[in-house]
């Protein structure tokens, strides 16, 4: 076997910490409050977020044992691998990629939406065309595009820098949010009663609720980020399940305060009927002028920043890892000289995401919300490898030193893969509250086609590796190999 490529050992826990909590808040909390308000109430938001965060820790504890067990680049593509095999690797990296993708580029394009809406007359210049009903002009595609530019040097300097800086951005975000709340609770005319009601006058608070559980694996879809990050740990692999938990619980918290803040902004009814550009943007500078606007801004440029530099570097690794398996080609796993970076990994994603803002934001947001499925079937194959590799007791045959026995985490792990069914179904099944709309369905089908075209194109090249290689590839373990390729011949 040829010597395996691995990356430096460079993170430190805390922007390990930051890369999973900024990719987890992104943009959305501090654009979306309105929308969420309109759909679910301030208190259905809230209640949403917090069991959506609890799901989510649920399913922590499988990422925690695996990352543990595998510090590899490549996550949920290397943790199908273990219990399925070679194809259901590939279908968990293939959806992955798409989904990172396109949360890199949303965030880029959410630059120009904050633009937009504070100084229109520049973004409203070199108007090129419509797409959906979204007018797409040229100082949008300068905008985003110049930004993915500099996070995609960022990320070629090195794990170092982009971590640091990444660090930098969460404390900034986290500030901003917890004074802007501050500031709003202070004020003479806000308060408590613009809160009333919690739910939506024309829904169940139950189904308010479930409406906001629905989105929870794109709105923390990020803590995810820790395992492709795993391999470049500078510190126990122990820690992983501790630094995801605090990164879910920390983000819950930034929800639930902006959230709060807006709706005590004003009366949440009205502010959400106006439908402005940026309904949370106009709230706080009506609230607090221009001084509102500024904190806002700032904590909205970090949330940007840390979701662009966070799926970036998520997307990078991932590729990275899927090129090392010979799963694409193998220039994506090939390191920068002087950096030790997978560049063409980070130039590949960055080259991508540019080409989203010329589709329009609206078109963007139906890929995004198809590849939350993508999301939900990698979180599932997480949690259905712990299930697999935990055992009941110990006359169970043991096949690899990664077996261990704990009922109470294998009962754990199978709940984890049956909530990451339920977001599944929520968004598949017609009638339930986030059931994607027929463009998303669209679009779901189109990179199913693609990808069962591409797997078929390939499929003689996977055969010609063996499982043993593939495991040391994957894993730099051929033991575990042996379950894997079992597994597979029994599907």
Same mark, same amino acid.
């Given at each position: ?24 808040? /992104? ?19 809230? +209640? ?6 609890? &799901?989510?820790?649920? #399913? ?23 219990? @399925?095999? =070679? ?8 959806? $992955? ?10 965030? !880029?394009?959410? $630059? ?10 520049? &973004? ?53 949010? +917890? +004074? ?59 820690? !992983? ?19 709060? !803040? ?25 609230? @607090? ?6 904190? $806002? ?66 078109? &963007? ?7 939350? #499925? ?33 009922? $109470?985490? =294998? ?19 017609? /009638? ?15 990179? #199913? ?8 194109? =390939? ?20 033991? #575990? ?7 597979? =011949?029994?599907?």
């Amino acid at each position: 076997m040829k010597e395996r490529t691995t990356l430096q050992k460079s993170l430190k826990p805390h922007w390990v910490w930051a890369i999973a909590l900024g990719s987890s808040i /992104g943009w959305g909390a501090f654009v979306q409050p309105t929308n969420w308000m309109s759909t679910a109430g301030p208190l259905g938001a809230i +209640l949403g977020f917090a069991i959506g965060g609890l &799901l989510m820790m649920l #399913i922590a504890i499988s990422y925690g044992f695996l990352i543990r067990n595998f510090p590899v680049s490549g996550g949920e593509f290397a943790y199908a691998f273990i219990s @399925l095999g =070679k194809t259901h690797a590939f279908i968990s990296g293939w959806f $992955l990629t798409l989904g990172y993708i396109c949360v890199a580029a949303l965030n !880029a394009t959410a $630059l120009a939406l904050m633009v937009q809406f504070i100084f229109p007359s520049i &973004l409203e210049n070199l108007y090129m065309y419509e797409v959906a009903g979204w007018e797409v002009y040229g100082t949008e595609i300068i905008i985003a595009s110049v930004a993915l530019a500099i996070f995609g040097y960022l990320n070629v300097r090195g794990g170092v820098f982009s971590g640091r800086v990444q660090f930098i951005f969460c404390i900034t975000m986290i500030a901003g949010v +917890l +004074l802007i709340t501050f500031l709003t609770g202070m004020q003479p005319n806000t308060g408590l009663g613009n809160i009333s009601p919690n739910f939506p006058m024309d829904t169940t608070a139950v189904s308010a609720i479930v409406s906001i559980v629905a989105i929870a694996p794109w709105a923390f879809v990020g803590f995810d980020n820790v395992p492709q990050t795993a391999e470049e740990f500078n510190f126990s692999s122990k820690k !992983a399940f501790g630094l995801i938990v605090f990164a879910i619980m920390s983000a819950v918290l930034v929800y639930s305060l902006m959230i709060t !803040a807006t709706a005590m902004s004003a009366p949440w009814q009205r502010l959400s009927a106006a439908n402005h550009i940026w309904g949370t943007g106009f709230a706080f500078e009506e609230l @607090l002028g221009n001084t509102g606007l500024i904190i $806002l801004v700032i904590a909205l440029t970090m949330g940007i920043f840390t979701g662009l530099n966070g799926f970036i570097v998520s997307t990078s690794r991932l590729l990275f890892a899927m090129s090392r398996a010979k799963f694409i080609p193998k220039a994506f796993s090939k390191l920068h000289d002087k950096y030790e970076t997978p560049y063409i990994s980070i130039i590949f994603t960055v080259g991508v995401s540019m080409l989203a803002p010329w589709f329009g934001r609206q078109a &963007l947001n139906w890929v995004v919300d198809m590849s939350s #499925i993508g999301v939900a079937i990698a979180y599932f194959y997480t949690c259905y490898t712990a299930f697999s590799l935990f055992k009941w007791k110990k006359g169970e045959s043991f096949d690899s030193k990664f077996h261990i026995v704990s009922p $109470l985490r =294998k009962v754990l792990a199978g709940l984890g893969a049956m909530a990451s069914i339920v977001f599944l179904g929520l968004l598949i099944v017609p /009638g339930s509250p986030a059931y994607l709309e027929v463009q998303s369905r669209i679009a779901l089908a189109i990179w #199913i086609i693609m990808g069962i075209i591409f797997y078929l194109v =390939k499929r003689k090249d996977y055969k010609k590796i063996s499982s043993e290689e593939m495991g040391y590839l994957i894993l730099g373990e051929e033991e #575990i190999s042996t379950e894997s390729k079992k597994n597979e =011949k029994n599907l």
